[in-house]
């Protein structure tokens, strides 16, 4: 008779606390809740922005509040948490070859800074002018 | 003279003893080129001979002697006590598989996974139905085209990446890294026509949008595969295939 009896761990619910490289996934996986908050307040604007002006003034004003200062500085941190940590994986979805030879992954990330610079400052720019 | 010892913590579990698997503390004489492999190999040479653990080649080329080291997945031949010393050192057998008895895990489901990819080139048929003759030559390949796919047919199968995988832990359904990358290794191949076979298997559920990217599986690959990678590359094929398949049903 067959004395095996194989043993199955199970998961322990905190195994993202466990190990740094999984908080710091959950974290940049975490980021989409802060930024799905922070559209929403935006779409929220849009909105009052279309009911006229004492609508959207009212808006303006609620984003004075403490509270909403912090919460719009947590999500910009969060944000370029993801973007940083994204960049960095960018690379491995990215399969371009040129003369024989893979890109280099600094090309790559370099590329994606880059474009993100012009469309930060595309942005200033329409709003700013 | 006074010789070092460092303590090792060694997760076991005797089938036909234990109902839960128990942790037993080891003393071993410490030299600095000594690896973890030949540290277990010294406890079951003179401390506890009933110790089981699985190893071959020493060499981190067979892939046998996967292992949780401080809870992080590596191959016993690869890791060495001087990077721990004088802390101690905790063995578990690799996380994500049930346990066979002590260090050795049941690999079953990983092996079966290897097989459902279909892991060898399928070749081109003729109108007829028929593969190329052989005196009709051989399927040639640049060294470009098979810089394409080398990194992916890097893998030694030892099952690192599976153990690192919180999506394999979450749902033993996800075909899950190694198996992904061998997929992406044939059909990166030039010689190869079975894609259009393989991507069944990608576009599923269970297939590459299982993966959300953790990317740990690269970080512990101790042969320097980026199974992350593959399986992203796969992922744009996926998307790729499902556009085609709105326009242009089979």
Redesign the interface.
């Known amino acids: 008779m067959s ?7 199970e ?1 322990p619910t905190d ?2 606390m ?2 740094l ?2 908080t710091k ?1 959950m974290l940049r ?1 975490g980021s989409s809740v802060l930024i799905s908050i922070y559209s929403l307040i935006l779409a929220w604007g849009v909105l009052r922005l279309s009911q006229g002006e004492v609508a959207f003034n009212g808006w303006l004003e609620a984003l004075q509040n403490p509270f909403a200062i912090l919460l719009h500085l947590i999500a910009l941190v969060f944000a370029l948490y993801h973007t940083i940590t994204w960049f960095s ?1 960018a ?3 990215v ?1 371009l ?1 040129i003369k ?1 030879k ?1 890109l280099d992954d600094k090309v790559i990330i370099s590329g994606h800074y880059a474009a993100f610079i012009v469309a930060t400052v595309l942005c200033l720019l329409i709003i700013t002018l | 003279m006074n010789q070092k010892i460092i303590e090792i913590d060694i997760l076991r579990y005797r089938p036909e003893e234990d109902d839960h698997p128990f942790t037993q503390t080891f003393d071993v004489p410490y030299s600095a080129d000594m690896s973890i492999l030949e540290a277990l190999q010294y406890i079951k040479d003179h401390l506890d001979s009933s110790i089981s653990f699985r190893w071959s080649c020493r060499m981190a080329i067979c892939g046998s002697c996967g292992l949780m080291v401080n809870g992080v997945p590596k191959l016993g031949c690869k890791a060495f006590l001087r990077d721990y010393f004088p802390k101690r050192i905790s063995l578990e057998p690799l996380a994500n598989f049930p346990i066979e008895r002590d260090l050795v895990v049941v690999m079953d489901d990983f092996i079966n996974k290897l097989e459902e990819i279909k892991p060898y080139i399928i070749p081109e048929k003729n109108e007829a139905g028929d593969k190329k003759c052989l005196s009709e030559g051989a399927y040639k390949q640049t060294p470009e085209q098979m810089e394409k796919y080398r990194q992916f047919s890097m893998c030694i199968n030892c099952g690192l990446c599976y153990a690192a995988c919180p999506q394999y832990a979450l749902d033993k359904k996800f075909i899950g890294p190694a198996a992904l990358t061998l997929l992406a290794r044939y059909n990166r191949d030039n010689r190869d026509a079975g894609s259009a076979e393989r991507m069944k298997i990608v576009n599923q559920e269970e297939g590459v949008w299982g993966c959300t990217f953790v990317g740990y599986c690269s970080v512990v690959c101790p042969k320097g595969v980026d199974p992350a990678a593959a399986i992203q590359l796969l992922k744009v094929e996926s998307s790729k295939d499902y556009l085609i398949g709105m326009f242009k049903p089979e």
Do not use: I, V
Request: hydrophobic share 30%; proline share 8%; net charge positive.
């Open positions: 004395k095996r009896k194989p043993y199955t761990r998961l195994w993202w466990k190990q490289f999984y996934y996986e994986l690379p491995k979805a399969d070859w024989g893979r």
